[in-house]
């Protein structure tokens, strides 16, 4: 990061951008640290840029997961345990493991536990980063819909209350409508006619 780069307007805190992009606010240090992603220093702390967050967070799913095919061309099973699917499709041992448990996978029975099915594992967490950055590209929190539009984020939750802006659950509550945010504040800053009166 040079001193003359200029801060884009989607400057949010670590802590904001990690949670919707669903990645741990370490990792996004890290990607600072390396200089895989750009920081600014404010009176809010560190800033990041909400869509470079985002398109790193889709990124960790090895596109086209190389290492499920490489598994699959060596004569690999179907199903494999928890902790290898997540090994080669980039996730977490834990969320695997989950989606095994309810059903989102299939299973079958091993010699030491429960196993997952390899491509199904790799398709949803394929369908699950696609979806993370599409939303990130309409839905924010209301605090992210805040720093773009300069109003406050009170009166935000107060439009997806009043059904003024759409709204969608969230992994950490509820998301507003960026586009839908920015016509409301665009209504705002309109100047009000006045009438003369005769």
Known sequence: MS????EPGDCVPVAVAARAAGVPTSRVYTWVERRQLSAWTST???L?????????????????AVGVQDARSAAAPEFVSPARAAQLVGLLRSAVAYWGRTGMVRTAAG?????????DVDALARAR??????????YVTPGIAAART???VATIRGWGKQGRVRTQAGPHGQL???ADVEARAAERSRPMSTESTV
Do not use: C, F, M, T
């Not at 001193?3 to 200029?6: G, I, L, S, T, V």
């Not at 010699?111 to 491509?119: I, R, S």
């Open 129 to 138: 980063a696609a979806h993370r950055a599409d939303q990130g590209r309409e």
């Open 111 to 119: 010699p030491y536990g429960h196993l997952v099915h390899l491509a």
């Open 48 to 64: 990041v840029s909400q869509a470079a967050v985002l398109a790193l967070a889709a990124a960790l799913i090895p596109e086209p």
């Open 44 to 46: 809010r702390g560190r």
């Open 3 to 6: 001193a003359q780069e200029q």
């Open 176 to 178: 507003v409508h960026l």
């Open 150 to 152: 300069k109003v406050h």
